[in-house]
T-cell receptor, first 116, second 116 residues
Framework: GESVGLHLPTLSVQEGDNSIINCAYS??????FIWYKQESGKGPQFIID?????DKRQGQRVTVLLNKTVKHLSLQIAATQPGDSAVYFC???????????????FGTGTLLAVQP | GAVVSQHPSRVICKSGTSVKIECRSL??????MFWYRQFPKQSLMLMAT?????????EQGVEKDKFLINHASLTLSTLTVTSAHPEDSSFYIC????????????FGSGTRLTVV
């Protein structure tokens, strides 16, 4: 099956600081991207998404930036809180080709550790 | 909002036995459901895509005879791990896409399978 990466990098930040989590995606045809938060033993939780015709989208305390030239996504979390501690994944939607369905492929996760 | 229920949340089985995992969309119809596998500290790996009423599409390297997928209705897909071995121990997660929505994905809470 498809997947990207076998390592889990860690980002450690102080409570109240801003966090930036980066992700490289693989397919230049991907048309939609999603950031997920995953806590231990749980399924992924939607945070924010962005379509490929945009380069920035803001939500509550979160911002996603998309750079299609270098196939790079970032997630910015403002005023990081201890409750933000989790693993964060980017995912890319690969459009259907020749009748196959769209599918969502996950990138390498990042463990965000927020120090109080 | 869209809710996907996955059952069981945890299962322990003996080597050589088969285990069935259910994925239900509770408040929407899903023509397409996805099955992922996740090893500790790793990303989610797409195993297969199931479409209601037709055969599942498996990702490269995933054994279709070992991981049987059935999507008999618009609200239920099942994954059966046949003749389970300890190396099949993993976290299995399903995702469902609502009817008529090209890029919406809702995830279940996952099933922790331990084969002893």
């Amino acid at each position: 099956g498809e997947s990207v990466g076998l390592h889990l990098p860690t980002l450690s930040v102080q409570e109240g600081d801003n966090s930036i989590i980066n992700c490289a995606y693989s397919n230049s045809a991907s048309d939609y991207f999603i950031w997920y938060k995953q806590e231990s033993g749980k399924g992924p939780q939607f945070i924010i998404d962005i379509r490929s015709n945009m380069d920035k989208r803001q939500g509550q305390r979160v911002t996603v930036l998309l750079n299609k030239t270098v196939k790079h996504l970032s997630l910015q979390i403002a005023a990081t809180q201890p409750g933000d501690s989790a693993v964060y994944f980017c995912a890319e939607n690969i459009p259907n080709y020749g009748g196959a369905t769209n599918k969502l492929i996950f990138g390498t996760g990042t463990l965000l550790a927020v120090q109080p | 909002g869209a809710v996907v229920s996955q059952h069981p949340s945890r299962v322990i089985c003996k080597s050589g036995t088969s285990v069935k995992i259910e994925c239900r969309s509770l408040d929407f119809q899903a023509t397409t459901m996805f099955w992922y596998r996740q090893f500790p500290k790793q990303s989610l790996m797409l195993m297969a895509t199931s479409n209601e009423g037709s055969k599942a599409t498996y990702e490269q390297g995933v054994e279709k005879d070992k991981f049987l997928i059935n999507h008999a209705s618009l609200t239920l897909s099942t994954l059966t791990v046949t003749s389970a071995h300890p190396e099949d121990s993993s976290f299995y997660i399903c995702s469902a896409r609502p009817l008529g929505v090209a890029r919406g994905y809702t995830f279940g809470s996952g099933t922790r399978l331990t084969v002893v």
